[in-house]
């Protein structure tokens, strides 16, 4: 299992240390090959270079990616995101971007009472909004005119579908929800309407759903249970999982994964929080997100049963917990999750 370790800025190194830690206790034929590379803000800031094309090469030669954080405030935002995060979504053609949306026993939720939420959100990564296809004219005039065009694709849309409707069929509810705003981005909506509604014909066994983007959120406070599996595309799966994460107990539990499903290229395993720099190297950082990522990088390369070990010792550490927090620094944390792994 090779993987290259990026652990960016801020908290990144802290907590991708933790989910190498338990990686490890999971994985005990010492089979784990990691490679660090120090790519983030650091380094963009002492030699002006974010992702070079030798790096993207090295990269490729891994089986995965674990990413931490990139991001700090001398580094103008979007930078680093659009350079590093976005060009391995792009170049390694990572269109499957799974972020599950679990409220774990013993965590604190805004909506603990109202039911359980157990889903999965599958968005598309590399089509719609964010390829930056559009352009700015006239800018600082007051006659400035800005474009932001959203692409999707009958082949981007269609290999996304497949892939949500083949995670629903293996769930016990078996249930897809496509999330979309049919009623006025007509054309975009129209392609993923149809497509949808087509592949469906192909999955007897899973029961389909249609709910509009404003409506999906509200539904994820009020009524999280009707959510099993969600497919969208990368804007509004960029929101839809932002508000997953609030309501699963909060970025710190968040875990992502970018997948290249035909291994066109390696995948990435990230946590959904930021670099943090204000608690950097203090060791108060939250590093389950992080080590609830490396469980998914597991179950992506095969090994099921060491993914299921990893969630299950979080769970348990979740439960003791009890929401609090403070008591225990990173690596204690770490080192308790790894401790239970290892059984």
Sequence with gaps: MRIAVIGGDGIGPEVIAEAIKVLRAAVTDGSVETTSYDFGAQRYLRTGEILPASAMAELAAHDAILLGAVGEPRVPSGVLERGLVLRTRFEFDQYVNLRPVRLFPGVGSPLTAVAPIDALVVREGT??????????????????????????????????????????????????????????????????????????????????????????????????????????????????????????????????????????????????????????????????????????LCDHLGMSAEAARIEQAVAEDLLERQGEWAARSTAEVGDDIAERVAG
């Design 127 to 296: 089509e719609g909004a964010y390829i930056e296809a559009g352009g700015i004219l006239r800018k600082g005039s007051p006659a400035e005119i800005a474009m932001q065009e959203s692409i999707n694709t009958a082949f981007g849309v269609g290999r996304i579908v497949r892939q949500a409707f083949g995670y629903a069929a293996v769930r016990p509810r078996r249930k897809l929800t496509l999330v979309h705003k049919t009623n006025v981005l007509a054309h975009a909506g129209d392609l993923w309407r149809r497509t949808f509604e087509a592949t469906a014909a192909e999955f007897p066994a899973v029961t389909t759903d249609y709910c509009h983007v404003d409506a999906a959120l509200m539904y994820m406070v009020t009524q999280p249970d009707l959510f099993d599996v969600i497919v969208t595309d990368n804007l509004f799966g960029d929101l839809v999982t932002a508000l997953g994460a609030a309501i699963a107990g909060g970025i710190g539990l968040a875990a992502s994964a970018s997948i290249s499903p035909e291994r066109t290229g390696p995948s990435t395993f990230e946590p959904v929080h930021g670099s943090a720099p204000d608690i950097a190297g203090k060791q108060k950082a939250d590093p389950t997100a992080a080590i609830l990522s490396a469980a998914m």
